[in-house]
């Protein structure tokens, strides 16, 4: 493709951008510098990967266009750019999926600096790619397929816009190709999957990607061989399933063993308040939760997340990109959807360090979602003086929503109600009822 790079700006990366970020990020600028040539080639070839993908011109196109809007080739650098550093580092996330950690590891042993510093410079390049990227869909007047065209046909002109080979001595290594960049569509567990190992699903403005379930193995040719054998196994087939059944006819659902058995449906519905399938951890006095079967979250946006079948993300998703899926204005005890990896210091209202990671997607997920409007419920178990667990709850949901808020969530999208013991989901009998009950949930109350 020629003339692919004549356009009129000068390159972001250049001595003066390089010296900020070595201050900011209290690293030697040569080595900067050695980063960043390995850093821009990946940034390029990873984005022309993500073009290539389903939904990757429109995704792309998109995420160039507001960070051509927002100026940020002016201002990523300078403060208070925190929420686009954000989104660049769960671009990078998404992109690389897995090999993220090791990629960073790699880089920061290869050039000398800290994994946090590859961390931060993978963000500001990924950001500065989408700057630059907007910068020439607009000067071009590239709709989202030939801008798509463009990043696949010629990373090399996005890389020379990012870091010119002659612009400093380290930089030059940019001009042939690095030590072997990992190919996002082979390496990474969130690249498109060939339709043999699973499939792709369209829901809302995004993808889910759901894995091949697992061939089953082979019966031994020894009971192949004993027909008499397949007899004994079904009678004891058909033995069981009618000592379930009749049993679970007269299970009223309160026991934690049938909470722990509930549906293995790939997605239920997002309405239900059924508790997903997991265990009791002792130890922590924790209730862990089996989100289900691993699957890819493609957001609009572009950024991804693996998650679980069932997890809080997948069935908020679902339900806020499903227009069969609406909001029960009448009966406001409906709609709740358990937070399945949020927990609180025991009786506190401090956060353990696990639990940010999931208000994070769910932040992602609600960005997405501009007119949505949704309701934070905090609870405790029944332990304990009432009026305390109430404001106990109270204060947990509040410790969520503003987590939500600080993510880049409009705080006026968002309530946030305590509850106390108020409405417990099993019997606060046993330790695994209890720390069933003690919960934050999210309830979508607008779409």
Do not use: C
Not at 39 to 51: D, F
Not at 153 to 169: K, N, S, T, V
Not at 414 to 437: C, D, M, S, V, W
């Amino acid at each position: 493709m020629e003339n692919t790079t004549s356009h009129t700006s000068q390159v972001f990366f250049t001595d003066e951008i390089v010296s900020r970020l070595a201050q900011d990020i209290h690293e030697n600028p040569t080595a900067i510098w050695g980063a960043l040539g390995q850093i821009v080639p990946l940034v390029a070839h990873s984005l022309a990967g993500r073009a290539a993908g389903p939904d990757g011109p429109e995704a792309i196109w998109k995420l160039s266009r507001e960070a051509y809007g927002a100026s940020v080739l002016e201002t990523i650098t300078g403060p208070g750019q925190e929420n686009w550093l954000q989104r660049g580092e769960a671009l990078m996330r998404g992109l690389l999926g897995e090999g993220y950690h090791f990629t960073g590891l790699r880089i920061a042993a290869a050039a000398g600096v800290s994994s946090a510093a590859v961390t931060h410079l993978l963000s500001v390049t990924a950001v500065a790619a989408l700057g630059i990227a907007g910068e020439y869909s607009q000067e071009h007047n590239f709709d989202a397929p030939a801008l798509a065209r463009w990043l696949q046909q010629d990373e090399d002109g996005l890389r020379r816009l990012m870091l010119a080979g002659a612009a400093h001595p380290h930089a030059a290594d940019t001009r042939r190709e690095p030590t072997p960049l990992p190919d996002v569509a082979k390496t990474t567990a969130l690249a498109e999957t060939a339709p043999s190992n699973g499939a792709w699903m369209p829901v809302g403005g995004g993808r889910t990607f759901t894995p091949a379930p697992v061939a089953p193995a082979p019966a031994p040719s020894s009971i192949a061989s004993q027909p008499w054998i397949w007899g004994v196994l079904l009678l004891t087939a058909v033995g069981l399933g009618y000592f379930f059944g009749h049993d679970s006819g007269n299970n009223t659902g309160s026991s934690v063993a049938g909470l722990v058995t509930t549906s293995t449906a790939a997605t239920p519905p997002a309405t239900s308040n059924a508790t997903a399938a997991g265990r009791y951890d002792p130890v922590n006095d924790k209730y862990i939760y089996d989100t289900g079967q691993p699957l890819i979250l493609r957001l609009a946006d572009g950024t991804t997340q693996k998650v679980g079948a069932t997890s809080t993300e997948n069935r908020l998703y679902t339900f806020l990109a499903d227009p069969a899926m609406q909001v029960d204005s009448v009966n406001r005890t409906k709609g709740w959807i358990n937070f399945d990896r949020v927990y609180f210091e025991t009786a506190q209202t401090t956060l353990t360090d696990e639990s940010f990671q999931q208000l994070r997607n769910v932040a992602s997920i609600l960005k997405t979602f501009p007119n949505a409007m949704v309701k934070i419920g905090g609870y405790t178990d029944s332990t304990g003086n009432a009026l305390k667990n109430f404001q106990l709850s109270e204060e947990r949901a509040k410790t969520a929503m503003l987590v939500l808020a600080s993510s880049g969530v409009d705080i006026n999208r968002i309530q946030a109600k305590g509850y106390g013991g108020k409405y417990f989901i099993t019997p606060n009998t046993t330790p695994e009822g209890r720390a069933l009950n003690r919960r934050i949930s999210i309830r979508v109350v607008k779409k």
